[in-house]
């Protein structure tokens, strides 16, 4: 069983950075790869990146992030993060992250365990 907390949500400005941390307990965390996921009001989750078990294996991200967000881990600290840069009112959602005992996925499907998520707003 894994438990996932996330943090670092706020309202910034178009164009600021943020930085999300996904906290993890249960499970080893070095044993399964990780994801960021976005909800927007009226829309379906959508994938935003992935990582796999260590930080220098697979890593995904979704095109309307690539080059401004970037995922990464920190197995000794139990935490996931998401840095993102040049932040656009698009990107204004709930963020959740989640675990994955298989391989690095894209689908929300894949995942086993999720937490409750943090609300991003970017203003124009």
């Known amino acids: 069983q894994v438990q996932l907390v996330e943090s670092g949500g706020g309202l910034v400005q178009a164009g600021g950075s943020l930085r999300l941390s996904c906290a993890a307990s249960g499970r080893t965390f070095s044993t399964y790869a990780m994801g960021w996921f976005r909800q927007a009001p009226g829309k379906e989750r959508e994938f935003v990146a992935a990582i796999s078990w260590w930080s220098g294996g697979t890593i995904k991200y979704a095109d309307s992030v690539k080059g401004r967000f970037t995922i990464s881990r920190d197995n000794a600290k139990n935490t996931m993060y998401l840095q993102m840069n040049s932040l656009k009112p698009e990107d204004t959602a709930v963020y959740y992250c989640?675990?994955?005992?298989?391989?690095?996925?894209?689908?929300?499907?894949?995942?086993?365990?999720w937490g409750q998520g943090t609300q991003v707003t970017v203003s124009s």
């Open positions: 989640a675990a994955d005992f298989g391989t690095v996925a894209s689908t929300a499907a894949e995942y086993d365990y």
